[in-house]
């Protein structure tokens, strides 16, 4: 094991475990690429073809990074290499991937926040979004605010900074969705919104329906980046892994799914991503009762859900810094927070002032993303896969996942199966179909 494994930090038990895990997966994605995917493709179908890629793919990608991260107590370099030194690079891979996500994650960031601040003085109009980006100097402000934040929270550590910040800010966030849940209810669109999702429509389902639940399931759950591995480097001995996985994995799908309906039921499925968080859901608030409240309030969630995921993309990176190059933690999370700052400003700037700068036709924003999602996260995933399926010795792995007895060992044979059958080809088609896309 990893020197650093005697005097580690630990989260305090299985609920901030969960929090902490299912923080990091609940981002961005779940609500403003999810609602839009499920409405295109069946609708409680998808849901279905999701939840089933979850639990052949997501549950035993995450349980194996858990496995990893708390047999060896250190971070994604030092965790491989603890293993299998000649797969240190594996690691070092993940590091600086998440390194880039952290970049221009900061800027989309910013932008939740700025649209808390707006949306509260009612300055958002349906030309607010095309300004504001193209504005040299807002957006990079509420970057340093969003950064700002993000940096005392890991800078304060794994109890005081992440499970602190888990444990308040995740009961927020899914107060606020409820509330938002309830509310959708009231629009004109709500009930056709609830039988959509709650109603399977398997004539709209092809094959692109299933590659698309697998990448929603994949980038979802924060697998493939060392995210998993860091968190279960922190888990207590006594922390079930298996239940964990299911449990992060039962929250991130209940706030895809609230989600849905709060999108579907403003009537703007059609739409995701940037447009439909930034765009279209801002011109169904300006037209309803008390719109400015609930607009702020939806504004308040998407900012929560980024923070949650930013914190455990920059422990990774922090951690890394601090075990593998003697840092200490402060030292280490500004040196982190400086880096992605610089990122960050570039991203931005490339939407207005430095558009005219591409990198194979993109500009910097997009082609951070585009690198990242499409090359990157998916390789890490499946090399991944390969090692903990084939490459980690099999009785090492069924001794942190099997440790609690019960259906945890009688479930190790099945989580063992599909990392190495099953996991392998579904993370592989995922890469190729990404490439040539």
Not at 41 to 70: D, H, W
Not at 121 to 149: H, K, M
Request: charged share 15%; proline share 3%.
């Amino acid at each position: 094991m990893n020197a650093t494994s005697s005097n580690r930090a630990t989260f305090g038990g299985r609920i901030a475990a969960v929090l902490a895990a299912a923080g990091s997966a609940i981002g961005l994605g779940n609500v403003w690429r999810f609602p839009g995917v499920a409405d295109a493709n069946g609708g409680g179908a998808f849901i279905i073809i999701y939840i089933v890629c979850v639990a052949l793919m997501g549950l035993p990608l995450m349980v194996a990074e858990f496995s990893i991260g708390r047999h060896t107590r250190s971070n994604p370099v030092g965790a491989f290499r603890a293993i299998d030194r000649r797969w240190g690079w594996l690691g070092a891979m993940a590091v600086a991937t998440v390194f880039l996500i952290l970049g221009y994650y900061f800027v989309v960031s910013g932008w939740t926040v700025a649209y808390v601040v707006n949306s509260a003085a009612g300055r958002v109009d349906s030309t607010f979004f095309a300004r504001f980006i193209t504005d040299p100097w807002q957006p990079l402000l509420y970057t340093a605010a969003f950064i700002a934040v993000n940096h005392y929270i890991v800078e304060r550590g794994v109890k005081q900074g992440i499970e602190r910040a888990s444990k308040i800010l995740m009961p927020i966030f899914f107060a606020i969705l409820l509330a938002l849940a309830v509310y959708s209810l009231s629009m004109p669109d709500s009930s056709q919104a609830i039988r959509k999702v709650l109603t399977p429509d398997f004539g709209a389902v092809d094959a692109s329906t299933v590659l698309a639940a697998l990448s929603q399931a994949f980038f979802s759950l924060s697998i493939g980046m060392g995210i998993m591995i860091t968190y279960g480097s922190y888990f207590k001995s006594e922390t079930r892994l298996l239940p964990t996985a299911v449990n992060v994995a039962l929250l991130d799908t209940l706030a895809a799914v609230i989600a849905s309906i709060v999108i579907l039921s403003a009537g703007v499925g059609d739409q995701s991503g940037s447009t439909l968080a930034f765009v279209a859901l801002p011109e169904v608030f300006e037209g309803l009762p008390w719109g400015g409240f609930w607009s702020t309030l939806f504004f308040v969630l998407l900012a929560l859900a980024a923070i949650l995921s930013t914190v455990s993309i920059h422990e990774v990176v922090t951690v890394y810094l601090s075990e593998q190059r003697g840092m200490t933690r402060r030292r280490a999370a500004r040196c982190v927070s400086a880096g992605a700052a610089l990122l960050a400003v570039a991203a931005s700037l490339s939407m207005g002032a430095w558009d005219d700068i591409r990198i194979f036709g993109r500009n910097i924003f997009d082609a951070l993303d585009s690198l990242t999602a499409t090359l990157l996260l998916p390789a890490s995933g499946l090399l991944t896969c390969i090692f903990a399926g084939w490459i980690w010795d099999r009785r090492q792995f069924r001794g942190e996942v099997a440790r609690s007895g019960g259906i945890d060992a009688k479930m190790f044979p099945t989580v063992g199966f599909l990392l190495r059958w099953v996991c392998p080809p579904l993370v592989a088609a995922l890469f190729v179909f990404g490439l040539i896309d």
